[in-house]
């Protein structure tokens, strides 16, 4: 499982990526990716920044870098104590030193008061549950659009029927930020592949590893780490490798990774020409499209007709 080229999507050209060995923590599986870097995008937690909130669903990012374009994480969202939590239904393009407003955003704390400040906050993304939901959202101005969804999603994890996603984000907090240390990001990683109870759920791409290292979190804990946390399977005793000698083991091992691989390329969606990509914006020779069908959603920014970031989820 190393080229990725020719098992997703056709209007995604990943020619140069390649898959790493596939990582496993309870029913979350992430195969690491590494591929061409562009530098000069901000990164989205030291660069891009919460400015206010102007209005329940009206939220303003900044770019605060002095050059560099800083592409807003697709679902982006921000938790803060006493004050209403916001998400964004899709991603964008910010020049240096541009703040913008977003007045198609959702509040995911249904009945709390309190707008949103640039301080002591928190980000997240969307559960991947959720994600095709306000995908499909996006444009439309209604700060409680997303209520229902959730509410849907907290009565489906046992929890009370309410639009409130702090119930799962912040009360769970302790056991999903347990996923960043059960699987390790690794050195030059810039993406990952991520599957749930072995299935394919996502598909991450980063500009460079200093994006997806400030994304990973994110990432691992809250867009994927929801519906792992969901389907954590019950622990079971490994089994010991008959092996008598160190080689034995080695070749053990090595065949052990093999049957893994093969496995979990088995996950990966067909390609189905039936693609969707609609373009939303553009910076520069920066395109931001969101693609949809073949039970794929999400959004691609991409250069000279090159993926930069990605965001794609299974939509079913």
Known sequence: MTSLDTLLPAPLDLDGYRAGTPQRA????MVPLWGPERPGIVPPRSGLKLKRVVGYGQVELHNGAREGVAIVPLHLGYIQDAAQNHALCSSALLGAGQTRRFDDACCVQAGQGGYLEGRDQWFFV????????ALRQRGRQDYAKLWPDISELNRAYGLPSRGHLEQILSRKRATLTQFQSRLELLPGQLGALFFVDGRFAGLELAPDPVYFAEMWMALVCFAYGVAAWHAEPERTPAEAYDAGSLAELRAELARDR???QTEVASWLPAPDG??????EERYLDLRLSTMTGGGLAGQVVSEHGRPVYASLFADR
């Open 126 to 133: 969307l559960p991947v549950e959720l994600r095709a939901k």
């Open 26 to 29: 309870g029913a979350l599986t």
């Open 258 to 260: 093999a049957a893994r």
């Open 274 to 279: 039936d693609v969707r990509v609609v373009e």
